[in-house]
């Protein structure tokens, strides 16, 4: 009985204490009220020196948008993280620092040693101990040291490694082509290679190669050409079913080639073997 006694007891005590709390704390409420509509009332009444817009609400849902956005970066794998720094420094061609490359895309490198380690080392990316830079297989800068450069592979350099140089070097090469001063061959399935078309540089054809190129025979008609370069993933640079359709369409025939004269001996004709007149007997020659 006397421990009964005494739980409820310290019931009715919590009890107090609870009210007590309650109490103070509608009263602090109560009295906020009444400090906030005495303030509303003051701003709204007229004023002859002030006549200021109330300001926006503030909203937010943009922010919490924006924080979330750069939750999920940092809980990227490592590799998406590293992707998104290394396209940074190729957009841009700019050095960043980490703190710098963590305001521009959100990737924290100095809370993330994993990505730090991979960035310093990449291939693709030069570290000076302060700042990261984009780093290209070739360091050119514009169109006349991209024509060097090409003019230094006589065999032919892959367009992949010249892709990235600088951001409009593929502009420049389709430039040079135009111009005549490269060749570029390839196709959608196949690697890009660039030539120098450059009479000055030698090139050496193994004869094998030679042989084989001769040993060839290639077909008659150049609509079967063109259809051959077609199957082995290459780009014809004639069009010969449309050149024949448009000189139907104009009336222009084709002009069939010309046949070679056959000469026929005759008295005037010189005969070097004329000691051996059994060469000639089956020769018709004319007058005689």
């Given at each position: ?69 750069i ?32 305001e ?16 310093r ?11 990261f ?17 090409i ?20 502009d ?12 570029l ?9 660039v ?21 060839i ?21 004639t ?15 084709l002009?069939?080639?010309p046949?070679?004269k ?27």
């Amino acid at each position: 009985m006397a421990s009964l006694h005494e739980s409820l007891t310290k019931f009715k005590k919590q009890q107090e204490k609870c009210q007590t709390t309650l109490t103070s704390i509608a009263a602090k409420v109560a009295s906020s009220r009444a400090t906030t509509n005495q303030k509303a009332t003051t701003a709204s009444a007229p004023s002859s020196t002030n006549t200021k817009s109330p300001a926006p609400a503030v909203k937010f849902s943009n922010d919490t948008e924006r924080l979330q956005h750069i939750n999920s970066i940092r809980k990227a794998p490592v590799g998406a993280q590293i992707k998104r720094v290394i396209d940074l420094l190729l957009e841009t061609r700019k050095a960043f620092t980490p703190e710098q490359i963590n305001e521009a895309c959100y990737v924290d490198m100095n809370a993330n040693k994993a990505v730090f380690d991979s960035m310093r080392n990449n291939p693709k990316v030069s570290y000076d101990g302060k700042y990261f830079c984009y780093k290209s297989k070739h360091d050119l800068k514009d169109k006349s040291q991209l024509l060097v450069l090409i003019r230094k592979f006589p065999e032919g350099i892959a367009v992949i490694d010249l892709k990235d140089a600088y951001p409009n070097v593929m502009d420049d090469l389709q430039a040079l082509k135009a111009a005549g001063q490269i060749w570029l061959f390839g196709s959608e399935t196949n690697e890009d290679i660039v030539f120098p078309n450059d009479p000055r540089v030698p090139i050496k054809v193994d004869d094998d190669l030679r042989q084989l190129f001769r040993g060839i025979e290639l077909p008659r008609d150049m609509l079967d050409i063109e259809k051959d370069l077609q199957k082995n993933g290459m780009k014809p640079a004639t069009n010969t079913a449309k050149r024949r359709a448009m000189a139907q369409v104009h009336g222009i025939g084709l002009k069939p080639k010309p046949k070679k004269k056959k000469h026929e001996i005759t008295k005037r004709t010189k005969l070097t073997n004329a000691h051996l007149p059994e060469l000639f007997q089956h020769l018709n020659v004319p007058g005689s």
